[in-house]
């Protein structure tokens, strides 16, 4: 994802110029395949056996936490450490992030297929409550409750530039996993929303999806405990041992719940949910001990970036975490999470993560281009406007990555102007970076960046 015009971190334009025009998208791939990738490419153990010490500890967790607090150093706008969150906002610093001014009244957007009217934006305004701010606004403390969607503004009403679909909602910011801790900054007048702080992102979530804790002292204790990690594509808990896995309790790569040690065949946990008064409990419950999940964070190697990565090849993109798939940003958000590294939302907060990066900038000649990028090790994240993807490496000449993908051109129907008819993909895909964009450019010319996320 990149950003946009909207509130938190100003927003996102999720790989857009990858997703218009969704009406001349192709069947998808299926097996997260693109041209010129064989089956044994679809592997991690493919690219692993070419590193000399995939298993090697890149960073340990000493090392993690001081990378974090570079991170935190670097993007103060895109992450924050919630620990050192101020316990009141101002009215001015409060009014700049709920964005009343950045309503795009003046643009032509669709929702359910209806036009939204002047009229739609003057009640989301009045619903955004912005009267009771006051000079000094406590903040409280919380937990979600469900996978949930962060909004932009405090409305389920999709903004879609497109009048038959609502794919690409532009007030849809990103998912929100289960136990996500959140700093509550406002509500909305029909008290149906809050607009809260992520550790890396600020939106509207429902009301009903956050449970408060009594006071910062007992969700700080609460979130210091021991931990189990999700590190598949998503895992359900279970009300009992032997129980069927909760639905509601799905929760995605990266999300952490509390840990209370093993019981029978299960890993023991507790989920967060929300009593009459909007107060949170927490709830008893287990996932399977065969389930991909890990007492802990990963250890950061790249042997476990790679292995995270292809676990979600074909899965299905999706805007801002739309029915549940995942973006260019969220894929790459997703794998660092499970090392415990606070990894920034969008495409360009990665890009400037304080990594040993490789600037592609002024540098014309493909060839010099992947001279440079042979530099980087495999995990390292490529970098483009609108876009980011995670470097695989060589193979026969060719350099690859896998990314959650869009479309790219079809150079077999070029037209007059250069330009490519658009293939879609809509999927987790590898490909390698010769594959033409639609601009008839390849992707090793439009690299702007390679990073690698270690000081």
């Known amino acids: 994802m990149e950003m946009k015009w909207l509130p938190a971190t100003a927003g996102l334009v999720m790989c857009l110029m990858f997703l218009l025009l ?30 000399p010490a995939p298993r ?22 895109a992450v924050v450490d919630l620990d050192a969150f101020p316990a009141t906002m101002s009215r001015a610093g409060l ?57 932009t503004f405090p409305t389920d009403a999709a903004a879609s530039e497109d009048d038959e679909s609502d794919e690409f909602d532009l007030f849809q910011e990103t998912a929100v996993n289960i136990a ?32 408060l804790a009594v006071d910062r002292q007992t969700w700080q204790a609460r979130r210091s405990l ?25 929760a995605g790569m990266g999300a952490k719940l509390p840990f209370f040690g093993m019981e029978k065949e299960g890993y023991r946990i507790e989920i967060p949910r ?41 899965e299905h993109y999706g805007w801002g975490g739309l029915n549940e798939g995942r973006d260019c940003s969220s894929f790459i958000m997703d794998i660092y999470n499970v090392f415990g590294i606070r990894a920034p939302r969008n495409a360009d907060q990665q890009e400037a993560v304080p990594g040993r990066r490789i600037s592609l900038r002024g540098v014309n000649d493909a060839a010099d281009r992947y001279a440079l990028l042979a530099q980087a090790e495999s995990g390292a994240t490529l970098h483009m406007r609108n876009h ?42 590898v490909g390698d970076l010769d594959l033409p964009l639609r601009s008839g450019r390849r992707f090793i010319e439009v690299l702007t960046s390679v990073n690698q996320w270690q000081p």
């Open 22 to 51: 969704p009406s001349a998208m192709a069947a998808p791939l299926g097996d997260g395949r693109l041209p010129g990738v064989t089956d044994a490419m679809l592997k991690a153990d493919f690219w692993l056996a070419k590193l």
């Open 56 to 77: 090697q500890l890149i960073l340990d967790p000493a090392g993690i936490g001081s990378f974090n607090q570079a991170i935190v150093q670097a993007l103060p706008r």
């Open 95 to 151: 009014r700049q992030w709920l964005a009343a001014d950045r309503l795009p009244r003046g643009e032509e957007r669709y929702s359910d297929g209806t036009l939204l009217t002047a009229g739609f934006y003057d009640q989301l305004e009045q619903n955004m409550n912005l009267h009771a701010i006051r000079e000094l606004n406590p903040v409280s403390w919380g937990f979600v409750v469900r996978r949930s969607d962060l909004r």
């Open 180 to 211: 996500e801790p959140v700093a509550v900054l406002h509500r909305s007048t029909d008290g149906k929303w809050v607009f809260v702080q992520l550790v890396n992102y600020r939106g509207w979530l429902r009301t009903e999806d956050v449970a």
């Open 226 to 250: 021991p931990f189990l990690v999700i590190t598949g594509t998503k895992v359900a808990p279970r009300d009992t041992v032997m129980g069927k896995p909760v639905a509601e309790w799905r």
């Open 274 to 314: 929300r009593d009459a008064q909007g107060g949170v409990i927490w709830q008893k419950a287990w996932i399977h001990g065969k389930a991909d999940v890990s007492v802990g964070y990963l250890p950061y190697t790249r042997a476990n970036i790679l292995r995270q990565a292809f676990k979600m090849l074909g």
């Open 388 to 429: 980011v993807m995670l470097y695989l490496g060589e193979h026969n000449g060719k350099h690859y990555a896998i990314h959650s993908l869009g479309s790219y051109g079809d150079a077999s129907r070029p037209r007059s102007d250069g330009s490519l008819p658009r293939i879609g993909v809509m999927q987790i895909v």
